[in-house]
């Protein structure tokens, strides 16, 4: 009787770059009598492709968790240790236990109790960190989406969050929302220019 493969689930984030919002990690045990044609890097495909196989990895996987590290706590962690909180917490809300954790990256979260490695560009080498890609990225877009309907001067459907040069006139136009990060340069800088002119 041959030995059944143990459960792989995989992880990987989404938000880490960008100036507002939330940094999202999902966590995904795919279903090997279920393969899903199409996985990737989520970087690499369209968002339509996104949005539909995140569908399919909600219907077909053994189990899949998104959770989150809000603003506050990325101003009070750090970036980093935010995003392997979030990563944590997303494996831990799992229904179902895997033998192994796969994170992309080059570093596993602390605390998490399960056999963990790291492995760099792992969503592009590996099935569940890819499904676990999509599903952060689409979690976290459709977040921007709303944001965007509350600030609609800020341009976040376009941007997501990001630096660009059309973010950045915006914020100095607008200021900074509760959204934005106040920890990253760009918004830090701006709130000192505001509480130097006596702004803030």
Same mark, same amino acid.
């Given at each position: 009787? %041959?030995?059944?493969?143990?459960? +792989?689930?995989? =992880?990987?984030?989404?938000?880490?770059?960008?100036?507002?919002?939330?940094?999202?990690?999902?966590? =995904?045990?795919?279903?090997?009598?279920?393969?899903?044609?199409?996985?990737?890097? %989520? @970087?690499?495909? $369209?968002?339509?492709?996104?949005?539909? &196989?995140?569908?399919? *990895?909600?219907?077909?996987?053994?189990?899949?968790?998104?959770?989150?590290? %809000?603003?506050?706590? *990325?101003?009070? &962690?750090?970036?980093?240790?935010?995003?392997?909180?979030?990563?944590?917490?997303?494996?831990?809300? &799992? @229904?179902?236990?895997?033998?192994?954790?796969?994170?992309?990256?080059?570093? +596993?979260?602390?605390?998490?109790?399960?056999?963990?490695?790291?492995? =760099?560009?792992?969503?592009?080498?590996?099935?569940? *960190? $890819?499904?676990?890609?999509?599903?952060?990225?689409?979690?976290?877009?459709?977040? &921007?989406?709303?944001?965007?309907?509350?600030?609609?001067?800020?341009?976040?459907?376009?941007?997501?969050?990001?630096?660009?040069?059309?973010?950045?006139?915006?914020?100095?136009?607008?200021?900074?929302?509760?959204?934005?990060?106040? %920890?990253?340069?760009? =918004?830090? $800088?701006?709130?000192?220019?505001? $509480?130097?002119?006596?702004?803030?």
């Amino acid at each position: 009787m %041959s030995t059944a493969q143990p459960m +792989v689930c995989g =992880v990987d984030e989404a938000g880490r770059g960008p100036l507002c919002g939330a940094v999202v990690a999902a966590a =995904v045990i795919l279903d090997p009598a279920h393969p899903i044609a199409g996985l990737a890097d %989520s @970087k690499k495909l $369209s968002a339509a492709t996104r949005d539909r &196989l995140a569908v399919e *990895i909600k219907a077909h996987a053994l189990a899949w968790t998104v959770a989150e590290a %809000s603003v506050e706590e *990325i101003d009070r &962690l750090n970036i980093l240790h935010a995003t392997m909180l979030a990563m944590r917490r997303a494996v831990e809300a &799992l @229904k179902i236990k895997p033998g192994e954790v796969l994170i992309d990256g080059n570093r +596993v979260p602390t605390g998490l109790l399960l056999p963990a490695r790291a492995i =760099v560009k792992g969503d592009a080498l590996e099935p569940a *960190i $890819s499904a676990a890609s999509i599903l952060a990225k689409t979690h976290r877009d459709a977040q &921007l989406l709303e944001m965007d309907k509350r600030y609609p001067e800020y341009g976040f459907a376009g941007h997501k969050g990001y630096p660009t040069a059309a973010h950045l006139r915006a914020l100095a136009l607008h200021g900074v929302t509760p959204e934005h990060r106040r %920890s990253f340069g760009p =918004v830090a $800088s701006l709130l000192a220019q505001a $509480s130097l002119f006596g702004d803030d």
